[in-house]
């Protein structure tokens, strides 16, 4: 049964920087893309960042441009989302997403198949 289950969550300061992880077990997912979604209390879930099977291609949120990276290592089934310079208004469960359809960056959350359970970023201002 496929899984994917996030890390490197927290509480930092503005201005600070997290790294989340992503791993994936179960099935590989080394051919499809993937993606980091967030969703603060009373919004929806947002896209963060995508990115292609290779890596090669990635999308960004405007909001997150600039100080977020997403990135893959496919030998590792592992996603990973870089943040920052983070801002009061990053704080969010942060989830990955795996999808079994694209291997394009896909930045609309029901396109993927596969979720994490999340993990809490609280950024103090």
């Known amino acids: 049964q496929a899984q994917l289950v996030e890390s490197g969550g927290g509480l930092v300061q503005a201005g600070g920087s997290l790294r989340l992880s992503c791993a994936a077990s179960?099935?590989?997912?080394?051919?499809?893309?993937m993606g980091w979604f967030r969703q603060a209390p009373g919004k929806e879930r947002d896209v963060v960042a995508a990115?292609?099977?290779?890596?090669?291609?990635?999308y960004y949120a405007d909001s997150v441009k600039g100080r977020f990276t997403i990135s893959r290592v496919n030998a590792k089934n592992t996603l990973y989302l870089q943040m920052n310079s983070l801002k009061p208004e990053d704080t969010a469960v942060y989830y990955c997403?795996?999808?079994?359809?694209?291997?394009?960056?896909?930045?609309?959350?029901?396109?993927?198949?596969?979720w994490g359970q999340g993990t809490q970023v609280t950024v103090s201002s």
């Open positions: 179960g099935r590989s997912f080394s051919r499809y893309a």
């Open positions: 997403a795996a999808s079994s359809t694209y291997t394009s960056p896909i930045p609309i959350p029901r396109e993927y198949d596969y």
């Open positions: 990115i292609s099977w290779s890596g090669r291609s990635t």
